[in-house]
């Protein structure tokens, strides 16, 4: 008879972490990584895959699989693949990893909005710099993507004072924020932001969806934040808008290749934070239990919850 494996590969994450949280749940499967090469157990037993950037061909010893979990929210490297199984993938959907990315955008919101950026230079400088700080009511706070993160930092900003508009795909209805979707609705939502905030899904719409003309809709020295993946926009436009001053900030946490190469002109910039994509991550603690639901789905006959639409691209 056919034994029952998961087999776990990510380079980002704790193998022994996911392994034991994901134990707990189902103490009768059988647990594998496959980081350092192939697992051991008969490649037929494997059964479900628990992964972030599988190398190329990784899938394909796999000829019994179920499953594919994707270890993080954002799909994109996984459903651009030549090799996907032709079976349900499911992508991580956790309030705690929800709560965490809310928490990264806030602070990044409040930083520019409070004036922080140039207060850090003025400290830099041994300066004493008073600036009349904007009233939250003031400070328009734009919201590409109100996904399952998007939506979760829309309200967290909201709730602090801040007026939010949101924007995505299909209309929504979400108390407290302005919602608007699709492509004929943008330039006005650009127009009205001075703080941007992108947290779409990197699809075949969604690439370079900020070129050169869409950032020159923004207000002048409008502020600019990506927490979703880099190639949403277009880096070079984007560089170019800092360095006119008609983008004022930017704090960024992904970019167009990662890591960033050290040529880049936005590690000199001062107005600019870099962080090396980590405002959210996958939280083994809290993720365990829907991966075991969704195998215990899988076992049942039942459908995954949180399945990716590969077609969609989210
Ligand atoms: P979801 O898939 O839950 O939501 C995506 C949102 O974007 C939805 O509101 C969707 O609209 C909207 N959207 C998708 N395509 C378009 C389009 N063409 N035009 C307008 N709106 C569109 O994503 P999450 O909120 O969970 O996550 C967002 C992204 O954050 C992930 O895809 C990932 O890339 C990134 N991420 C980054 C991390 C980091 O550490 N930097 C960590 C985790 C995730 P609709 O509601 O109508 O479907
Ligand atoms: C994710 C990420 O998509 O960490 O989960 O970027």
Redesign the pocket.
């Known amino acids: 008879m056919l034994s029952e494996a998961l087999v776990f590969y990510s380079k980002a994450d704790v193998a022994e972490a996911w392994l034991s949280a994901l134990g707990r749940e189902l103490p009768d499967l059988a647990m594998h990584t496959a980081i350092d090469g192939p697992p051991p157990c008969p490649p037929e037993d494997v059964q479900y895959a628990v992964v972030w950037k599988a190398p190329h061909g990784f899938f394909r010893p796999f000829v019994n699989l179920k499953l594919v979990v994707n270890l ?3 799909v994109d490297a996984l459903v651009a693949r030549d090799d996907l199984p032709d079976v349900p993938i499911t992508r ?1 959907s956790d309030p705690e990893m929800s709560k965490m990315m809310a928490g990264f955008v806030l602070m990044c919101v409040l930083r520019h909005a409070r004036d922080i950026v140039p207060f850090e230079r003025a400290q830099r400088e041994g300066r004493w710099r008073y600036i009349h700080p904007t009233t939250p009511d003031k400070v328009r706070v734009g919201v590409l993507g109100l996904g399952e993160l998007g939506a979760t930092a829309a309200h967290e900003i909201a709730r602090f004072g801040y007026p939010v508009h949101g924007w995505s795909r299909s209309p929504k209805s979400l108390p407290g924020i302005d919602c608007r979707h699709g492509l004929e609705t943008l330039p006005q939502f650009l127009s009205e932001s001075d703080i941007l905030v992108v947290m779409l899904p990197l699809t075949g719409e969604t690439r370079h969806l900020l070129n050169a003309e869409r950032l020159a809709l923004l207000p002048k020295g409008a502020k600019f934040v990506n927490v979703a993946r880099g190639p949403i926009v277009d880096e070079p436009a984007l560089i170019a808008a800092l360095q006119s001053g008609h983008i004022s900030e930017a704090s960024l946490d992904v970019f167009e290749h990662e890591p960033l190469s050290p040529d880049s002109p936005l590690w000199a910039m001062d107005n600019v934070l870099i962080t090396p ?1 980590l405002a ?3 939280l083994p603690k809290s993720a365990a239990a829907q991966i075991a639901e969704n195998i215990r789905r899988i076992r049942s006959g039942e459908p995954v919850l949180n399945r990716v639409d590969p077609g969609r691209g989210y």
């Open positions: 993080g929210a954002g991580l994509h959210s991550i996958a």
